[in-house]
């Protein structure tokens, strides 16, 4: 099983993107040291409100790129629709040689009104510009004299250097909620990356959605990773931890609930749920033990390979972080590298 960490790009605007930058900076050297797998980091352009700031996840990926050596980067997740392909397809493979092949591309469809406004991208094409997207990406990393026609874009000879590109192509994970996007998730991607506000119950029912779309595809599930992001916050006092994290999370999880997300919607009539609500089946909080239980819960009901742990909310200070981080590192990650040890010496 694989840990990655969740870096935030969500922050208020009353401080510098440089000293923010530094901060996640910070946080994923440390990150590497203590031997995580990999890092991401989100995407979203609040336009509308000044008050919020968003760091950018391709530049920031690609400074990071440069002050690590062996951990995974990549966006989780991207709002494919709003860029370019051919322009996506370029940026992702300068930041996949800058980090030696350790990019991965994390992308969804997007679900903001005022973004896709702000871009002049019309979001009800947002699914047709997606699938043309995902098929631009592949082929153009892997072929030359690339011509597509299609219904958002159009060219008919175009050729990357795929000479020079870093073997292999990044792989392309993509998120997704209700049951149609699994489908396509199936279908034209290297993973599915599941809702992170879903309960445990939720996702056994997205799963089998999941693989009898695979099965459709030809794909089977065993073959390919099984990522799942949750919020985490674990300290050596379980009460701390509870205490720490709580509003931070319930004020989230209520702007997420206000916006319409569904799987939010599918559990709760309103946004009065409270922290201990959230936790049951969702969250890892609380001492490492209980993380550990919380854990390995997900990976028996799920089959989950690749767990990222979401350790930071808007407001939160920094030295909360790396507290977590490493009282996951030192306290909860190795009874699971130990476990893969004594499977692998069977």
């Not at 559990?267 to 959230?278: K, P, R, S």
Request: aromatic share 10%.
């Amino acid at each position: 099983m694989r840990f990655g960490v969740n870096l935030l790009s969500q922050h208020t605007a009353d401080r510098s993107q440089h000293d923010l930058y530094r901060e996640m900076l910070e946080q994923a050297t440390v990150a590497e040291e203590l031997g995580f797998d990999a890092l991401f980091l989100n995407e979203h352009h609040p336009f509308d409100r000044t008050e919020e700031l968003w760091l950018q996840p391709l530049p920031a990926l690609a400074g990071l790129a440069t002050r690590t050596s062996r951990i995974a980067l990549g966006t989780n997740i991207l709002v494919l629709p709003l860029y370019h392909p051919l322009r996506m397809a370029e940026d992702v493979a300068m930041i996949h040689a800058m980090s030696g092949g350790r990019f991965v591309l994390r992308v969804g469809i997007g679900y903001k009104a005022e973004e896709f406004e702000a871009y002049g991208v019309p979001l009800r094409q947002r699914v047709s510009r997606f699938e043309e997207q995902v098929e631009i990406l592949r082929r153009v990393w892997g072929e030359t004299k690339v011509a597509f026609h299609g219904r958002h874009f159009a060219f008919t000879s175009v050729s990357l250097p795929v000479q020079t590109f870093v073997r292999p192509a990044p792989p392309i994970w993509i998120g997704a909620e209700v049951n149609p996007a699994i489908a396509r998730a199936a279908r034209l991607g290297d993973a599915w990356l599941p809702a992170d506000t879903s309960s445990i119950a939720l996702l056994r029912a997205d799963y089998r959605v999941y693989r009898e779309a695979l099965e459709r595809a030809g794909k089977r599930l065993d073959d390919l990773e099984r990522p799942l992001m949750r919020e985490t916050f674990v300290l050596e006092d379980a009460r701390q931890a509870r205490e720490t994290f709580a509003p931070y999370v319930l004020q989230k999880y209520r702007e997420y609930w206000r916006s319409g997300a569904p799987q939010l919607r599918a559990e709760f009539v309103d946004d009065a749920f409270t922290f201990e609500q959230l936790c049951e089946d969702r969250f890892i909080v609380g001492g490492p033990e209980e993380a550990i239980r919380q854990i390995e819960r997900h990976r028996a009901e799920l089959g989950i390979t690749h767990l990222i742990f979401r350790v930071q909310k808007k407001g939160m200070p920094h030295r909360d972080v790396l507290r977590v981080l490493r009282v996951l590192a030192e306290r909860v990650l190795p009874s699971f590298r130990e476990r893969s040890r004594s499977r692998a010496d069977a």
